[in-house]
T-cell receptor
Framework: GAVVSQHPSRVICKSGTSVKIECRSLDFQATTMFWYRQFPKQSLMLMATSNEGSKATYEQGVEKDKFLINHASLTLSTLTVTSAHPEDSSFYIC??????????FGPGTRLTVL | DAKTTQPNSMESNEEEPVHLPCNHSTISGTDYIHWYRQLPSQGPEYVIHGLTSNVNNRMASLAIAEDRKSSTLILHRATLRDAAVYYCILRDVDYGNKLVFGAGTILRVKS
């Protein structure tokens, strides 16, 4: 099956710093990548949809200037959490799809902001 | 977004079949029914999907009601590794193929 990786798997940072999370499709070219956030004991919440070479589409309530998404190639998308604060601590998960078919999810990145 | 309704939790014995129900009474003609599962601290894993006909793969079977207002994910022989949160999701191909996750069903498997 299609494999999606994320890096780093976990990160701890100080409040006010920025953190970049990478999402890669390892054995396929992903036309679309999605970014989700999951708080403890809650379900996944879609943050944004990213198409290669174009601006990401953010869900309502998600600040695009705080969560910067870059999708520079068909195998790589990055999410940068700018000026992170403790309330941004969460499990960030990306997924990738081929031509809008099923999504393949990455293993997630655990972000802890001190 | 069309919504789904699932039981909060279910319990099964190891080696027995499990039937996980999902109601989606507002499903539209272009909605695909997807099932994913998630183990703790991991990303969701694709299980199966279908549109109108029943589907089988190596992981599970998906039984879709004739009116498409409900579906059932069938695990033929539950193992301890099947303990996870199972999400039933409608994917609308007319709306960017977004997946909107609900609360899902926590499946516990007893040995």
């Amino acid at each position: 099956g299609a494999v999606v990786s994320q890096h780093p798997s976990r990160v701890i940072c100080k409040s006010g710093t920025s953190v970049k999370i990478e999402c890669r499709s390892l054995d396929f070219q992903a036309t679309t990548m999605f970014w989700y956030r999951q708080f403890p004991k809650q379900s996944l919440m879609l943050m944004a949809t990213s198409n290669e070479g174009s601006k990401a589409t953010y869900e309502q309530g998600v600040e695009k200037d705080k969560f910067l998404i870059n999708h520079a190639s068909l195998t790589l998308s990055t999410l940068t959490v700018t000026s992170a604060h403790p309330e941004d601590s969460s499990f960030y998960i990306c997924s990738a799809s081929i031509q809008g078919n099923e999504q393949f999810f990455g293993p997630g990145t655990r972000l802890t902001v001190l | 977004d069309a919504k789904t309704t699932q039981p909060n939790s279910m319990e099964s014995n190891e080696e027995e079949p499990v039937h996980l129900p999902c109601n989606h009474s507002t499903i539209s003609g272009t909605d695909y029914i997807h099932w994913y599962r998630q183990l703790p601290s991991q990303g969701p894993e694709y299980v199966i999907h279908g549109l109108t006909s029943n589907v089988n793969n190596r992981m599970a079977s998906l039984a879709i009601a004739e009116d498409r207002k409900s579906s059932t994910l069938i695990l033929h022989r539950a193992t301890l590794r099947d303990a996870a949160v199972y999400y039933c999701i409608l994917r609308d191909v007319d709306y960017g193929n977004k997946l909107v996750f609900g609360a899902g069903t926590i499946l516990r498997v007893k040995s």
